[in-house]
């Protein structure tokens, strides 16, 4: 028996890895490493909500596990700046209370992130050059340079008595990434040479054959694709990706356009971009109400919104209800970006808005103007030829993308493969991978300011009542259960305003009298009696006549 399964810490002699989000699913990332009585935590990653959960904007894994031992929690290190990443560390620190390491961009965008937060001068944000090497209690870390759809993705090459981890983060291969380090071969080959125990890798786009494609091609095709119009252009993309940014803005240059930044996020990035040292020699941004009184071909707007967020500049002007941005025919939107999963209603509707109002739009799928920040199969064979590990973990991927990576590990030659899984500890020596506990990983829901676990009662009943409605009832007895006043009842959700709604109300009145009527005198005594009948009464007419079984809330007072 190991010393984590008598002690719940490990030992000296051993290394575990412990994801708590990231595996099995896309977003949230939430590593740990853990060796000689010590927690090393990669990331803190949030994703976001969709219409299964009403009401609620952000989710992020449940840290309950390493709360618990925050005493040896050695820090957090934050591979790069995107907010399944990072965007969590405002709302779990509180629970952790750990030093966080980040290089120069990804530091000064999370300070930005976490401006307003009443914790902030109690942090200590550690910047760390890139390339570099690092030490923090129990753990050697070596930062390893990679390409990636945003500004300083790394490589984490952590050093242990046990054994080398090489964390890849996301990562791809990209020859000219345009803006920041291309991925440092040689660091990564020097690293397989010195042994590599295991590498925890980005699986995104196991499913893909080939290569993700290169960020200078795509520069290359905007700054084409804008010169061939006449009218206003604007360009939607990912905030974060900064290179696609620049690309965006060279495209305006070369072809005389001002360059107008529309939603705040982009004016975060910049800020941020800026103070790392990037974006030195970019034209003056321009607010929107800045370009309005020049020539349609003299005009380029950068949006947010490429992903259909109602609330995010993309959206707004594609309804007329952006203050200072309008198109009309003539005009053009190009979506530099992909879709993701789950998005694709909600960018369905923006375009055919557009559409409508005769706004050519230019996707991915009409012209090269996005690349992945994943890799594809061609290029996880190639790391797996440049670090030679002997054991492979699969990360950051849904079920099918974790398989397929650990299949195809398995033909690169690699001992051992094994996908992970939130929850799933799994112990990392010379023998290979083996899952020696699972432990409880969760989801905590963001429910306005509060914090709600997955399971809570507040996001179960919005649930239901956005699917089935609400039923609400009052009545007012005396001591013998008769009836003092008429009932009033309240429906949301359910009927239609039609002419028979008054019937139907009329129906549910009548049911719940005839129940509190059919009560003997001793259940008549007994409130909670009286509600549980009448709520069960109400639920049975209603699902006769809507198939439809509301939320049922009685209120009973007696005079």
């Excluded at 190991?2 to 896309?26: M, V, W």
Aim: charged fraction near 25%; include cysteine.
């Amino acid at each position: 028996m190991t010393n984590y399964k008598k002690t719940g810490n490990p030992s000296a002699d051993e290394l575990l890895f412990l994801p708590l989000g990231g595996s099995g699913e896309i977003g949230m990332n939430l590593n740990l490493y853990g060796p000689d009585g010590k927690w090393l935590i990669v990331d803190v990653g949030i994703t976001f909500g969709d219409s299964t959960t009403p009401g609620v904007d952000v989710i992020m894994p449940d840290p309950a596990f390493i709360a618990k031992r925050s005493d040896q929690i050695s820090a957090i290190i934050l591979t790069h700046g995107h907010e399944d990443h990072l965007g969590a560390v405002q709302y779990l620190w509180p629970k952790l209370k750990c030093p966080i390491y980040a290089t120069p961009f990804t530091a000064a965008f999370l300070r930005r992130k976490l401006a307003d937060c009443s914790f902030l001068n109690d942090m200590e944000i550690i910047e760390i050059p890139l390339s570099s090497k690092f030490s923090v209690d129990k753990f050697d870390i070596e930062l390893i340079s990679l390409t990636h759809s945003i500004l300083e993705p790394n490589a984490l090459l952590i050093k242990t008595p046990v054994g080398n981890i090489m964390h890849t983060g996301d990562w791809k291969l990209d020859p000219d990434p345009a803006l920041g380090e291309k991925s440092d071969e040689e660091a990564l080959i020097k690293a397989g040479d010195e042994g590599i125990l295991a590498m925890v890798c980005d699986s995104t786009n196991a499913l893909n054959d080939g290569w993700s494609g290169s960020e200078g091609e795509i520069r290359k095709n905007l700054i084409d694709l804008v010169a061939s119009k006449s009218g206003k252009v604007a360009i939607a993309c990912f905030a974060s990706n900064v290179a696609r940014l620049e690309s965006a803005v060279l495209a305006g240059v070369e072809n005389g356009r001002k360059i107008a930044l529309v939603g705040r996020s982009l004016w975060r990035i910049v800020d941020a971009a800026k103070e790392a040292g990037y974006l030195k020699d970019a034209p003056k941004f321009l607010e929107a109400s800045d370009v309005k009184g020049l020539p349609s071909n003299k005009i380029l707007y950068i949006c947010t919104g490429s992903q259909g967020e109602p609330r995010a500049a993309l959206s707004r002007i594609a309804v007329k209800n952006h203050p200072d941005v309008s198109l009309t025919k003539g005009d053009c939107v190009i979506f530099s970006s992909r879709e993701i999963p789950g998005n694709e209603i909600s960018i369905s509707n923006i375009q055919n808005s557009l559409i409508e109002q005769n706004i050519e739009i230019i996707t991915a799928n009409d012209y090269n103007i996005h690349a992945s920040g994943h890799p594809y199969r061609d290029e996880l064979r190639q790391m797996y030829q440049w670090v030679r590990p002997h054991i492979a973990i699969p990360v950051h991927g849904e079920a099918r993308h974790l398989e397929a990576h650990a299949t195809l590990a398995s033909q690169c030659g690699i001992a051992h493969s094994m996908a992970a899984r939130n929850g799933r500890c799994m112990s990392l020596n010379k023998d290979g991978v083996q899952i020696i506990d699972e432990v409880f990983s969760s989801r905590l829901y963001l429910d306005g300011n509060r914090l709600l676990p997955m399971d809570n009662n507040a996001l179960k009943s919005r649930r239901k009542m956005s699917w089935n409605g609400f039923v609400l009832i009052s009545l007012v007895i005396d001591d013998d259960g008769d009836l003092l006043i008429d009932p009033e009842i309240t429906v949301e959700g359910l009927f239609d305003n039609d002419n028979d709604e008054y019937e139907k109300l009329d129906k549910l009145i009548s049911v719940a009298e005839s129940a509190l009527n059919k009560l003997g005198k001793k259940a008549i005594m007994n409130d909670d009696k009286i509600r549980e009948t009448i709520r069960i009464s109400l639920s049975r007419i209603c699902k006769k006549i809507t198939a439809k079984r509301p939320i049922i809330k009685v209120h009973l007072a007696r005079v």
